[in-house]
């Protein structure tokens, strides 16, 4: 059943990439008709660096009057020039228990991470992420420094895609928005076995098949850029992709993805799909 409202939370631990982040947040919350929540996780030893108790009370004082003034005026920014409802609230905390405490409090539909220009996510040194898969079943955002998901001119791609995409919630919406043709890449240990069908009736797409290997993910990047893809939809199973589908496609590991693809991601909510 399709929501009023679809509830995305930023988790974020630096305002220093919000800019980029908040503007591909907003165009997919205009997409999919969602309200967004900035919630900044802080470490304690970023913000607490003295011995004293007082100077850490101090130092915890000027940190959150600072970043809730640079906060302000980002997301303010941002809310009045595309429209979209933000909110936000901060913590000072472990990454991994905050982020936790927050989905089971507020099972949000979309959880949005950053990826940076490193090969893996600061997020990992934190398991971060592996709590956001754990704990979260719905759809999960990377948002990209690089490149900014743009709802006005979205080009969309999906990868390893079976006939259940059709079920997701915003699918809809996903394609009222993009561009066509859609591009659909399949890496597979075996090209013969694939079916010819089109998940996507009425609408054209364009078929990339690359078969499994070591430069598989250098070659469909090199193919994402050509054709200028701004967001990669991945479903996403019960089993983070290590099981295969009836469609013989080996599926894909959700960390290889990110560390391998600079683009933005879209993996899909398990909850829209039968076991």
Do not use: W
Request: proline share 2%; aromatic share 10%.
């Amino acid at each position: 059943m399709k929501k009023d409202k679809y509830k995305i939370v930023i988790f974020s631990h630096s305002t220093k990439y919000l800019d980029k982040t908040l503007k591909s947040t907003v165009n997919l919350a205009n997409i999919v008709n969602g309200e967004i929540t900035l919630f900044l996780i802080k470490k304690p030893f970023d913000v607490v660096r003295e011995e004293s108790q007082l100077s850490a009370i101090r130092a915890l004082s000027h940190e959150y009057i600072e970043t809730d003034k640079k906060i302000r005026d980002i997301i303010h920014e941002y809310s009045k020039d595309f429209g979209v409802p933000i909110s936000y609230s901060c913590s000072v905390g472990n990454i991994k228990n905050e982020t936790k405490k927050y989905i089971k409090d507020n099972c949000p539909d979309f959880v949005v991470l950053e990826k940076r220009k490193s090969t893996m996510f600061d997020f990992l040194e934190d398991n971060a992420m592996n709590c956001v898969l754990q704990h979260h079943r719905g759809s999960i955002f990377i948002a990209n420094n690089d490149i900014t998901l743009e709802s006005k001119k979205l080009s969309m791609a999906f990868l390893n895609t079976g006939e259940k995409i059709k079920d997701v919630q915003f699918a809809d919406s996903l394609l009222t928005h993009t561009q066509e043709p859609i591009k659909m890449f399949t890496i597979t240990k075996n090209c013969d076995e694939l079916d010819s069908h089109n998940v996507f009736k009425g609408t054209k797409t364009i078929d990339f098949v690359f078969e499994k290997r070591d430069d598989s993910f250098k070659n469909l990047s090199n193919y994402l850029s050509i054709n200028n893809v701004n967001l990669l939809c991945v479903n996403r199973t019960k089993d983070n992709f290590n099981k295969k589908n009836k469609h013989s496609t080996e599926m894909l590991n959700v960390k290889d993805i990110i560390a391998n693809l600079n683009v933005p991601m879209l993996f899909t909510s398990e909850h829209n799909y039968t076991s």
